[in-house]
Every structure is written in C-alpha cells, then in structure tokens.
Antibody, heavy 123, light 110 residues
Framework: EVQLVESGGGLVKPGGSLRLSCAASGFSFTNAWMSWVRQAPGRGLEWVGHIKGRADGGTTDYAAPVKGRFTISRDDSKNTVFLQMNSLKTEDTAMYYC??????????????WGQGTLVTVSS | QSVLTQAPSASAAPGQRVTISCTGSSSNIGTAYGVNWYRQLPGTPPKVLIYGNSKRPSGVPDRFSGSKSGNSASLAITGLQAEDEADYYCQSRDSSLSSYVFGTGTRVTV
C-alpha cells in the first residue's frame, strides 16, 4: 500500500523558514517524481514544485511564486522528500500535500497524495 | 490566477448527469500533454479520477468519463450519487509557464 506521510508544518512568522518532510513507502521511491502541491484555506490547488527521480537526473522545477525561496530535495536512502521554505510570506499559508508521480500511466500525474501538513505564516 | 478555468459550481439531482468543463489554451490543454481530473471530498486530499484525458484508474466506476477537444476538457458524471458531492479539479502542464497547472475547481452538489 502506498503511503505518503508529511510532517513539519506549523506556525511561523513572515520572513521565517520551515522544513517539511514526506516519508514514502509502498512503491519504488528512487525513480519516482515527487511533487509538493498546496491549498490555501478555502482555495484551489496550486503546484509548488517537484524533484525528478534518479533516472531522470533528480532535477527540480518550481512554480513562479516560490522560485528562489523554496527548495525541494530528496534522500533516497530514507525514501523521504523535503521542502525547505525560506522567506515565508503570509500568502504561503496553506495545507501542503506531498504527491508522487510514478510515471506508470501518463506524466504528469499526481497519482498518490499524503494527508497534508498545515503551514500558517502569521505574525 | 489559474490558467485553467472551471465553473465554480454545478448541481444535479440524484441519478442525473452533470458535466464539468475545463477551459485552457494552446499552451496547456491544447498540447500533447493530457488532462487529468481529481476529486477532493471534504477534509481529504485529492484523488485521481481520470488520467490521460479519458482513462480511469482501477476502482473508479464507469459513471465517470473524461474527454478533450481542442483547448478544453470535460468530466461527465452519470447516475449522480450523494457521495459524489465534492470539489473536482482538472490538471495539465503549461509549456509557456513550464509548470503544472490546476483548474480553479468545481464544487458539485447533489
């Protein structure tokens, strides 16, 4: 059974930093593309960025609103992906979901989702 | 702000049919990248409903169907049930933005 478990959310002041983690299990993690998708309270879904699997070079891409502030990394030995968030703004307040893209069917496809971790940026 | 536009809401009676449209452009839906659809039940993460424009993952009933034409895509739900009350999002990739994009979302009421 595929499981994605996020952690690390919480309350942080504007300008602060936070690091989210996502522990994955139940699938071959090394070559999976892993994305972060966020959802502000009462709003729609927004792709944050992704990190490709080892076979595709492990490179990262980011959405414009977070480029230069957020960094995605992975530790394949621990089946874990991270989201380092710096220079946080109030508009970054959202539920952050970890998602997988296993490349089995089509790509891109967010085939599995974690339960999410809530990040609140407020003074 | 989203480049994929959906109507905010749709409703139909139990047993009836509802169709949700997703309108994009030649840089997203109009490209070779497929359109995926997700359903988000209240208080839960989204789940894949349709992928590659019209394919259903195992476990998704054939009451759900997807299609794509030009720069638009549609999701149809037939035999509407109470548990279909949820938010529905389309998703694709935008070649101009080099980014994955979601639709604005449609809340279906039964």
């Amino acid at each position: 059974e595929v499981q994605l478990v996020e952690s690390g959310g919480g309350l942080v002041k504007p300008g602060g930093s936070l690091r989210l983690s996502c522990a994955a299990s139940g699938f071959s993690f090394t070559n999976a593309w892993m994305s972060w998708v966020r959802q502000a309270p009462g709003r729609g879904l927004e792709w944050v960025g992704h990190i490709k699997g080892r076979a595709d070079g492990g490179t990262t891409d980011y959405a414009a609103p977070v480029k230069g502030r957020f960094t995605i990394s992975r530790d394949d030995s621990k089946n874990t992906v991270f989201l380092q968030m710096n220079s946080l703004k109030t508009e970054d307040t959202a539920m952050y979901y970890c998602t997988s893209d296993l490349g089995v069917a089509v790509r891109p496809l967010f085939d599995f989702w974690g339960q999410g971790t809530l990040v609140t940026v407020s003074s | 702000q989203s480049v994929l536009t959906q109507a905010p809401s749709a409703s139909a009676a139990p047993g009836q049919r509802v169709t949700i449209s997703c309108t994009g452009s030649s840089s997203n839906i109009g490209t070779a990248y497929g359109v995926n659809w997700y359903r988000q039940l209240p208080g839960t993460p989204p789940k894949v409903l349709i992928y590659g424009n019209s394919k259903r993952p195992s476990g998704v009933p054939d009451r759900f169907s997807g299609s794509k034409s030009g720069n638009s895509a549609s999701l149809a739900i037939t035999g509407l049930q109470a548990e279909d009350e949820a938010d529905y999002y389309c998703q694709s990739r935008d070649s101009s933005l080099s980014s994955y994009v979601f639709g604005t979302g449609t809340r279906v009421t039964v």
